[in-house]
């Protein structure tokens, strides 16, 4: 009896093994084709981010910046408590015509965003930690070189105002090309170049009317995310005399922090200028880091 209830037991383990080994299989396949599916899904998820955002009609040049205009508008009437803090770190280098490292400068500004409007103060160069009154003598030099520039005589530092005026926007003529992604955020691409009508009563317009590029702007909150500019061709000083800007490159490039403000995270350029016989270059390169609320 115990004979025949170990023989049985001993058939019945040579059809249930097999049987179990089915199972097994079966099981694996199922877990195989979970794990193959969940894969593919992630795969077409992907696709759609990097490749879909090119699907579907681009929207007019006008749109986009009349949304990024009011975008600008909103921030700058925003609270001024929402502040953010952070440092600047800004590298010139001095380059001679054969690209020999001449100078090499190294400033650390600290930046108080508010408004959209970042102030900042400068606190070292080269290593060398500025006084008091150092700090607000290159605070007034800024602020004038700013003046310069806008060719705006009363800036109010306490009120900024957006920088993408109607007045810029008339200079250019804007042409979206199309959508691309940043930091996983739908992107507009939207190149420009200026008007031949556009504005030349000083040297500041001509400079900018050889200025063409390329501004990214995000879809979702309308904030500019990347900003390229170059010439097109050399502009002269008095006819030569005094020289030439034979080149000039800058991009920007802008984030979202996670408070939710937006600010130049880096940027990067080269100018060429040329005085008689003698050309140099200027390498500039900015870097922020080191965020807080304030």
Not at 149 to 173: G, M
Not at 180 to 189: D, H
Not at 191 to 208: G, L, V
Request: with cysteine.
């Amino acid at each position: 009896m115990a004979a025949a209830c170990e023989n049985f037991a001993n058939a019945t383990r040579r059809l249930l093994i097999p049987n179990e080994r089915w199972a097994l299989a079966a099981s694996g396949l199922k877990v195989y084709n979970s794990c193959a599916m969940q894969w593919w899904i992630r795969v077409c998820v992907f696709a759609a981010l990097v490749f879909g955002v090119g699907a579907g009609e681009l929207p007019r040049a006008d749109d986009v910046l009349k949304r990024v205009q009011a975008r600008m508008e909103a921030v700058c009437a925003d609270s001024p408590t929402n502040r953010l803090h952070y440092y600047r770190t800004n590298v010139i280098e001095e380059l001679d015509s054969s690209g020999k490292l001449k100078k090499r400068t190294v400033k650390i500004y600290e930046a108080l965003q508010v408004q959209g409007f970042p102030r900042s103060r400068l606190l070292v160069i080269d290593g060398r930690h500025l006084s008091a009154a150092e700090q607000q003598w290159h605070i007034a030099e800024e602020q004038q070189l700013q003046k310069t520039l806008t060719q705006d005589k009363a800036v109010d530092y306490s009120k900024p105002k957006p920088w993408l005026t109607d007045d810029v926007l008339e200079r250019f003529d804007f042409t979206v090309t199309g959508r691309t992604n940043r930091m996983r955020r739908p992107v507009l691409i939207l190149e420009f170049k200026p008007k031949p009508n556009a504005p030349n009563h000083n040297m500041t317009d001509r400079i900018i009317n050889k200025i063409s590029g390329a501004l990214w702007v995000d879809e979702v909150e309308s904030e500019i995310v990347r900003l390229d500019l170059h010439m097109s061709e050399p502009v002269k000083f008095w006819g030569g005399i005094l020289g030439q800007l034979d080149r000039f490159e800058w991009t920007l490039l802008r984030r979202r922090s996670q408070f939710g403000i937006w600010f130049n995270d880096t940027s990067s350029g080269m100018v060429q200028i040329r005085k008689l016989f003698t050309s140099t270059r200027f390498k500039i390169s900015e870097q922020a880091s080191v965020f807080g609320r304030s």
